[in-house]
C-alpha cells in the first residue's frame, strides 16, 4: 500500500512548515467551537485525527470579528473565552505531534446573526440568498479596520501557539464578495475593476503576513470558479491567485462554488475528483507555489491519481476525516477504510443551521471526549439480527470491544436498505460502507451468517448469547389500492433488480426511496431508449425530509432526466397498462405503465415483536435499533448512532448470573 500511494505519503512544504505527507484535512465548521468546555471536546475531536495519522489540519472557521461570525454557533476571537479554549486546542495537538492551522474567518453577506445581534457587512448591499439578508456596505474606514481584524486575528493564532493560519477566502465569504463584480458594485480604491477588486484579498494577506512574520506559514483558501453567472472569469482568478502569491501567502487551497451557485459541489452526484482542473489552472498561474485540490476526493488513492498525474502538491480532504480519523493510517497500513459516503446529512446540513456536526458512518464524531465505557469484565457472546446498517454497526462496535459477536442474516447478502441504495447513480459509496463494516467484522474476530433467518422459534438459539440486538429493519408498507395486486405492481425492494423495470415506470410515493427509484429507472444508460418515468405523490413537496443540501440537486437531476414530478394526486387505480387519478386541481386524469412501483413508506419487519419476546422469555439481554425500532421517516444517521448506543448499552448491562446454553445449532 505504501509503494501505491507514493506520492500521498512523500513528505511536503508549507514555507517553512515540515509536512509529514501531502494529505491535508481541510477545514469543517463542526457547531461545538463555542461549547463551554474549555475546549475539551474540539481538542479531542483534533487528538483523534493526530493518533489516525493526519498530516496538517486546518480548523473550522475562528471568526476576525463578532460581525463577521457565520452564526451564532461560530466562535469569535476577540473574545478571551474562545481564545482559552482554542489555547487548549492547540497546546494538546501540538504535545501530541500533531499540526493545525486556524482559519481566519468573515461570513460577510453570508452571517446569519443571532437575534439582536450584528448586521451583516460587505463590499455593497447586494441580497443574500443564503443567509436571506441584504448586508450593510462597509465603507472605506470599516473596510480598512476589516483588514486589521484578519491581522489581530491571525496574531492571536501564532500567539495561542497554531502552526498556521489559513485564511478563509472561498466559497463565496468576504474575500470572494469583494473579488466578484456580482457582490462588490463599489467604485473606489476597493472595487470598479478587477484590479481594485483585487485588492481587499491582497491587502488581508499583507496584513496577516506583517502580523505573523516572515516564517509562520499562511495559507489561502480560495475560489478557483465561484460557478456564478457573471462572476469572476477565469483571467481574473489566475491574476488574483498570482497577486495574492505576491502578497505574501504561502500556499493556496483551491475550493469551487458558492453557496449560492447553480452547480452541485460536493454532493454524492458529483464524481470524485470532478474539480480538480479547477486546481489545476490555478497551479499553473503561479508556478512553484503549493497548490491544493479539494472538494469530491474521499479515497487516497484518489488523491494519489490526483498527485501523480497533476502538477499538483497537496489534496485538501475534509468530510472523509470525520467518516474515518484514522484514514491515513488505515490507508498505509492497507486496512478497510470507513469511506464518507457524501450524504450531508449529519455534517453540511447540521453545520448550515449552526447544529453539531457528526457523520452518518461514524456517530461517534462529536463524542470524542466521551470516556469509553468501563470494561465489561470477560468477553460475553452477542448475537446481532439484522445486517443492515444498525446490525452492523452494533456488530462492528461489539467486536471492537472484545465481544464475540455473530450477525444472522436472513438474505444471500449484508446491507439491507443501504445494499439497495448502492444501486442508485452516485451513491455506490454507499456499498463501500457495508463492505468495510463486514471487513472490520471478520477482522475482529466476529461471525457473519448470511441466508439465516431469525424466528419465533429460535429461543434455543437465543439462549447461548448473553445479548441479543435486533435489527430486523423494515419491510415496504403496502398500499390498498385498486389494481395494486396485478402482475406488474412492484414493491421497491423488487423494483431495484436488474431488468426489474420496464419502458414506462410509475413510481407511487413522495419519499427519499422514491426519489432515488425515479433517479435510477430515469438515469441515462439505464435503458435504452431511455424510460419514460413518473413520480406520483399525495403531498405537495417532492422528498421533503431529504437534507437541505442534497435535495435541490437531486430534484434537478430529476428534472434534468424529464422525470414527471406529479404532487396532491388522490384516488390512485392501477390498471393492466395506465394508473388513473385525481389531479390536484380535482380533475381525472391517467398515466401510461408497463410497471408500477410501490415506495410508499415502510414497517418494521414482521418478525421484529417475535424476536424481542423470544429474547426475553430467555432471559436475555436485549436492544432493538434501526427500522425495526423505529421504521417512521427511515434515517440511516439514527440508524448508525442507535447501532452505537446499543453497544454501548451492552458493556453497561449487568452480566448473566446463569450461563448461557450450550447447545448445537441446527441448520
Known amino acids: 500500500?505504501?509503494?501505491?500511494?507514493?506520492?500521498?505519503?512523500?513528505?511536503?512544504?508549507?514555507?517553512?512548515?515540515?509536512?509529514?505527507?501531502?494529505?491535508?484535512?481541510?477545514?469543517?465548521?463542526?457547531?461545538?467551537?463555542?461549547?463551554?468546555?474549555?475546549?475539551?471536546?474540539?481538542?479531542?475531536?483534533?487528538?483523534?485525527?493526530?493518533?489516525?495519522?493526519?498530516?496538517?489540519?486546518?480548523?473550522?472557521?475562528?471568526?476576525?470579528?463578532?460581525?463577521?461570525?457565520?452564526?451564532?454557533?461560530?466562535?469569535?476571537?476577540?473574545?478571551?473565552?474562545?481564545?482559552?479554549?482554542?489555547?487548549?486546542?492547540?497546546?494538546?495537538?501540538?504535545?501530541?505531534?500533531?499540526?493545525?492551522?486556524?482559519?481566519?474567518?468573515?461570513?460577510?453577506?453570508?452571517?446569519?446573526?443571532?437575534?439582536?445581534?450584528?448586521?451583516?457587512?460587505?463590499?455593497?448591499?447586494?441580497?443574500?440568498?443564503f443567509s436571506r439578508h441584504t448586508p450593510h456596505a462597509l465603507d472605506p474606514a470599516q473596510v480598512e479596520a476589516t483588514v486589521a481584524d484578519f491581522a489581530r486575528g491571525a496574531h492571536h493564532a501564532r500567539d495561542l501557539g497554531f502552526a498556521a493560519v489559513e485564511i478563509m477566502g472561498s466559497e463565496g465569504y468576504l474575500l470572494d464578495q469583494f473579488l466578484s463584480p456580482l457582490t462588490n458594485q463599489r467604485d473606489d480604491e476597493w472595487g470598479g475593476d478587477p484590479h481594485r477588486r483585487m485588492r481587499f484579498g491582497?491587502?488581508?494577506?499583507?496584513?496577516?503576513?506583517?502580523?505573523?512574520?516572515?516564517?509562520?506559514?499562511?495559507?489561502?483558501?480560495?475560489?478557483?470558479?465561484?460557478?456564478?453567472?457573471?462572476?469572476?472569469?477565469?483571467?481574473?482568478?489566475?491574476?488574483?491567485?498570482?497577486?495574492?502569491?505576491?502578497?505574501?501567502?504561502?500556499?493556496?487551497?483551491?475550493?469551487?462554488?458558492?453557496?449560492?451557485?447553480?452547480?452541485?459541489?460536493?454532493?454524492?452526484?458529483?464524481?470524485?475528483?470532478?474539480?480538480?482542473?479547477?486546481?489545476?489552472?490555478?497551479?499553473?498561474?503561479?508556478?512553484?507555489?503549493?497548490?491544493?485540490?479539494?472538494?469530491?476526493?474521499?479515497?487516497?488513492?484518489?488523491?494519489?491519481?490526483?498527485?501523480?498525474?497533476?502538477?499538483?502538491?497537496?489534496?485538501?480532504?475534509?468530510?472523509?476525516?470525520?467518516?474515518?480519523?484514522?484514514?491515513?493510517?488505515?490507508?498505509?497500513?492497507?486496512?478497510?477504510?470507513?469511506?464518507?459516503?457524501?450524504?450531508?446529512?449529519?455534517?453540511?446540513?447540521?453545520?448550515?443551521?449552526?447544529?453539531?456536526?457528526?457523520?452518518?458512518?461514524?456517530?461517534?464524531?462529536?463524542?470524542?471526549?466521551?470516556?469509553?465505557?468501563?470494561?465489561?469484565?470477560?468477553?460475553?457472546?452477542?448475537?446481532?439480527?439484522?445486517?443492515?446498517?444498525?446490525?452492523?454497526?452494533?456488530?462492528?462496535?461489539?467486536?471492537?470491544?472484545?465481544?464475540?459477536?455473530?450477525?444472522?442474516?436472513?438474505?444471500?447478502?449484508?446491507?439491507?436498505?443501504?445494499?439497495?441504495?448502492?444501486?442508485?447513480?452516485?451513491?455506490?459509496?454507499?456499498?463501500?460502507?457495508?463492505?468495510?463494516?463486514?471487513?472490520?467484522?471478520?477482522?475482529?474476530?466476529?461471525?457473519?451468517?448470511t441466508g439465516r433467518p431469525v424466528t419465533a422459534a429460535d429461543a434455543d438459539l437465543l439462549r447461548r448469547y448473553d445479548g441479543v440486538v435486533v435489527a430486523t429493519g423494515v419491510r415496504p408498507r403496502r398500499l390498498d389500492l385498486p389494481g395494486v395486486d396485478l402482475p406488474h405492481v412492484l414493491d421497491y425492494p423488487a423494483a431495484f433488480a436488474d431488468g426489474a423495470l420496464g419502458r414506462r415506470v410509475v413510481v407511487i410515493g413522495g419519499g427519499g426511496i422514491a426519489v432515488d427509484l425515479a433517479h435510477l429507472a430515469g438515469h441515462p444508460g439505464a435503458a435504452t431508449p431511455p424510460r419514460q418515468v413518473t413520480i406520483l405523490h399525495r403531498g405537495d413537496r417532492l422528498g421533503p425530509r431529504l437534507g437541505r443540501s442534497t435535495r435541490w440537486t437531486v430534484l434537478a437531476e430529476l428534472r434534468r432526466q424529464r422525470v414527471g414530478l406529479v404532487p396532491g394526486v388522490r384516488d390512485l387505480r392501477i390498471g393492466p397498462d395506465t394508473v388513473h387519478y385525481t389531479a390536484a386541481d380535482g380533475q381525472p386524469a391517467s398515466v401510461a405503465a408497463d410497471t408500477v412501483v410501490i415506495a410508499a413508506g415502510q414497517l418494521p419487519n414482521d418478525d421484529n415483536d417475535d424476536i424481542v419476546a423470544t429474547a426475553r422469555r430467555a432471559g436475555v439481554w436485549h436492544h432493538v435499533v434501526g427500522g425495526a425500532r423505529d421504521s417512521t421517516g427511515l434515517d440511516a444517521v439514527r440508524a448508525f448512532d442507535q447501532g452505537r448506543a446499543a453497544a454501548v448499552a451492552f458493556q453497561h448491562a449487568p452480566h448473566r448470573t446463569t450461563p448461557p446454553v450450550e447447545i448445537e445449532e441446527r441448520v
Open 1 to 129: 500500500m505504501t509503494a501505491v500511494l507514493e506520492h500521498v505519503l512523500r513528505p511536503g512544504r508549507i514555507g517553512r512548515l515540515a509536512l509529514p505527507h501531502r494529505v491535508v484535512t481541510g477545514a469543517m465548521h463542526l457547531g461545538w467551537e463555542n461549547r463551554d468546555d474549555d475546549g475539551r471536546s474540539l481538542a479531542a475531536f483534533y487528538l483523534a485525527r493526530v493518533r489516525g495519522g493526519a498530516g496538517l489540519m486546518v480548523t473550522g472557521g475562528a471568526a476576525v470579528s463578532a460581525v463577521g461570525a457565520g452564526g451564532p454557533g461560530y466562535g469569535v476571537l476577540d473574545d478571551p473565552r474562545f481564545r482559552a479554549r482554542l489555547r487548549r486546542v492547540a497546546t494538546e495537538v501540538r504535545e501530541a505531534g500533531g499540526l493545525l492551522a486556524l482559519q481566519l474567518f468573515h461570513a460577510g453577506r453570508y452571517a446569519r446573526p443571532a437575534a439582536g445581534g450584528p448586521h451583516p457587512v460587505a463590499p455593497s448591499a447586494v441580497y443574500s440568498a
Open 202 to 449: 491582497t491587502a488581508v494577506v499583507r496584513a496577516v503576513r506583517a502580523a505573523v512574520g516572515p516564517d509562520f506559514p499562511v495559507v489561502v483558501r480560495m475560489t478557483g470558479d465561484d460557478l456564478m453567472a457573471g462572476g469572476t472569469d477565469r483571467d481574473t482568478v489566475a491574476g488574483y491567485a498570482r497577486a495574492l502569491a505576491a502578497a505574501g501567502a504561502d500556499a493556496l487551497n483551491v475550493g469551487v462554488g458558492w453557496h449560492e451557485s447553480p452547480v452541485p459541489t460536493v454532493q454524492a452526484l458529483v464524481p470524485p475528483g470532478h474539480w480538480v482542473p479547477v486546481a489545476v489552472a490555478v497551479k499553473e498561474a503561479v508556478g512553484a507555489l503549493p497548490v491544493a485540490a479539494s472538494n469530491r476526493i474521499t479515497r487516497l488513492a484518489q488523491a494519489e491519481e490526483v498527485l501523480a498525474g497533476t502538477p499538483l502538491d497537496l489534496v485538501s480532504m475534509a468530510r472523509p476525516f470525520l467518516a474515518d480519523p484514522a484514514l491515513v493510517d488505515r490507508s498505509r497500513r492497507g486496512r478497510p477504510v470507513n469511506v464518507c459516503v457524501a450524504c450531508n446529512q449529519a455534517c453540511i446540513d447540521r453545520s448550515l443551521v449552526d447544529d453539531p456536526v457528526s457523520c452518518m458512518v461514524n456517530p461517534a464524531v462529536g463524542r470524542e471526549h466521551e470516556p469509553p465505557p468501563p470494561p465489561g469484565g470477560p468477553p460475553r457472546a452477542v448475537a446481532v439480527v439484522g445486517a443492515g446498517p444498525a446490525g452492523l454497526k452494533a456488530a462492528h462496535d461489539l467486536a471492537l470491544a472484545g465481544h464475540r459477536v455473530t450477525v444472522y442474516e436472513a438474505d444471500q447478502e449484508p446491507g439491507g436498505q443501504f445494499r439497495l441504495a448502492g444501486r442508485v447513480p452516485g451513491k455506490a459509496d454507499y456499498l463501500d460502507a457495508i463492505r468495510y463494516l463486514t471487513a472490520e467484522l471478520a477482522r475482529l474476530g466476529g461471525e457473519l451468517r
